[in-house]
């Protein structure tokens, strides 16, 4: 039966510095998520090959590395994390301070709310588009994304509504199993505590 397979990048060192954006490489404790993930999708999917996407960024290519030679991977531009414009690179109190009433504009209205010269939500669900369509047309495959695009792509098939989207718990170091069924989609999560 299909399924989509979703997870995010190992911890980076922007993860642990608090920083926004950026193309960071994994810190340790992300590299280990890394090193484990081929024996997490040999203990829960088993051992066929999985087609793998990543986005162009480091993080998510350093994390899809350890994966079996015969695991075919396409790397994505449009998986890129949300672009956070002049914000990125900064922590979110920095961005409090500089600019406070962006600050509270993204508070208000998360989903509509575009960093200066970056994309909003609304954004992203935009350019995912495309990704979404060659996606329903394939079995197996394993998404390697970040915070913002995991969430879009998961309200996407366990259809939630757009206020919840970006508040949507997507943890580190956890492989989310999606399989659509005659009615909505069953949802499995494997969690490495590492
Ligand atoms: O902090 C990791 C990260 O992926 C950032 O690169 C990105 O800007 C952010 O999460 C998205 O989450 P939020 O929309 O909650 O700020």
């Known amino acids: 039966p299909r399924s989509i397979y979703l997870s995010r990048h190992g911890e980076s060192m922007y993860n642990v510095e608090g920083k926004i954006g950026g193309d960071a490489e994994l810190s340790p404790r992300g590299m280990i ?97 495309p990704v979404i369509m060659e996606l329903e047309r394939q079995e197996n495959i394993l998404i390697i994304g970040h915070q913002a695009i995991i969430r879009c792509l998961y309200a996407y098939f366990m259809e939630l509504p757009q206020e919840q989207l970006p508040y949507i718990k997507v943890p580190l170091h956890t492989l989310i199993r999606i399989s659509p069924k005659a009615y909505g989609c069953e949802e499995e999560r494997y969690h490495l505590p590492i």
């Open 33 to 129: 998520y890394a090193q484990s993930l081929p024996g997490l999708i040999k203990k829960h999917i088993g051992d066929g090959p999985l087609e793998v996407w990543t986005s162009t960024l480091t993080r998510t290519i350093q994390t899809g590395s350890f994966l079996p030679k015969d695991f075919e991977q396409k790397r994505w531009k449009s998986l890129d994390e949300l672009d956070a414009g002049v914000c990125d690179g900064m922590t979110y109190e920095e961005i409090e301070q500089k600019y406070p009433e962006d600050y509270d504009a993204r508070d208000e209205d998360k989903f509509n709310y575009r960093y200066r010269g970056g994309e909003s939500y609304r954004d992203v669900v935009v350019r995912l588009e």
